[in-house]
């Protein structure tokens, strides 16, 4: 689905040069809820990833880094046993802890909380949360336009993409400035770049 956490997946298969078939679930109508998807990724979200010999692997932070690692040549990893792969590990982790399940409270705060005023005050808090994260990886970046110092990696896509949702688009023009500069850089990318605008504009 557009503007969901399979942007960065699919980027990285296109950078990857790999084959691959896209299935929309669509968030709106709850797709992603149903029998038939829990039996895709029992946690009931998306990405999820299906390989060749069909087996199943969900949560987009090792989608990324098996994309990563069956695709060497796609240089989405900094060398092994580098400081900068160490890095690129960091950041991937961070997003996938520190990032990504705050977007769930943002989103669907009445899961945590009585509907109404609480779960709208539980929504602000998050999307307060978000913006912090934001700045945490706005103050992080090292590179030119990347993340790494040494350039671009997978770390780029994911914090790209996690960073879209709930932060605001003028808020991050005027706070992100480096981390939008990223993003414009990944929609330049001859490979990524047509997914992402696909994704994001
Ligand atoms: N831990 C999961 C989180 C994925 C996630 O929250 N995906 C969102 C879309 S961006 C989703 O499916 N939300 C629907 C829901 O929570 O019902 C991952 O890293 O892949």
């Given at each position: 689905?557009?503007?969901?956490?399979?942007?960065?997946?699919?980027?990285?298969?296109?950078?990857?040069?790999?084959?691959?078939?896209?299935?929309?679930?669509?968030?709106?109508?709850?797709?992603?809820?149903?029998?038939?998807?829990?039996?895709?990724?029992?946690?009931?979200?998306?990405?999820?990833?299906?390989?060749?010999?069909?087996?199943?692997?969900?949560?987009?932070?090792?989608?990324?880094?098996?994309?990563?690692?069956?695709?060497?040549?796609?240089?989405?990893?900094?060398?092994?046993?580098?400081?900068?792969?160490?890095?690129?590990?960091?950041?991937?982790?961070?997003?996938?802890?520190?990032?990504?399940?705050?977007?769930?409270?943002?989103?669907?705060?009445?899961?945590?909380?009585?509907?109404?005023?609480?779960?709208?005050?539980?929504?602000?808090?998050?999307?307060?949360?978000?913006?912090?994260?934001?700045l945490?990886?706005e103050?992080?970046?090292?590179?030119?336009?990347?993340?790494?110092?040494?350039?671009?990696?997978?770390?780029?896509?994911?914090?790209?993409?996690?960073?879209?949702?709930?932060?605001?688009?003028?808020?991050?023009?005027?706070?992100c400035?480096?981390l939008?500069?990223?993003?414009?850089?990944?929609?330049?990318?001859?490979?990524?770049?047509?997914?992402?605008?696909?994704?994001?504009?």
């Open positions: 689905m557009r503007q969901s956490g399979s942007c960065s997946a699919e980027c990285a298969l296109a950078e990857a040069g790999a084959e691959y078939e896209t299935i929309d679930v669509d968030l709106r109508a709850n797709a992603q809820l149903s029998a038939d998807y829990a039996a895709i990724n029992p946690a009931r979200k998306i990405p999820a990833l299906r390989l060749p010999d069909g087996e199943i692997v969900t949560e987009s932070a090792a989608i990324l880094l098996t994309i990563a690692d069956r695709y060497p040549d796609a240089g989405l990893l900094p060398p092994a046993g580098s400081d900068a792969r160490a890095q690129c590990f960091r950041w991937i982790a961070f997003g996938a802890s520190e990032i990504y399940p705050v977007v769930e409270l943002a989103d669907y705060p009445e899961r945590f909380s009585p509907a109404g005023e609480q779960a709208e005050t539980l929504r602000q808090r998050a999307s307060e949360r978000l913006r912090d994260r934001a945490i990886i103050r992080a970046i090292a590179g030119h336009p990347w993340l790494l110092e040494n350039g671009f990696s997978a770390a780029d896509l994911y914090v790209a993409n996690l960073t879209r949702w709930s932060t605001g688009i003028e808020w991050r023009a005027e706070n400035p480096k939008e500069a990223l993003v414009a850089a990944i929609a330049s990318r001859p490979k990524a770049g047509p997914i992402w605008r696909r994704h994001f504009g």
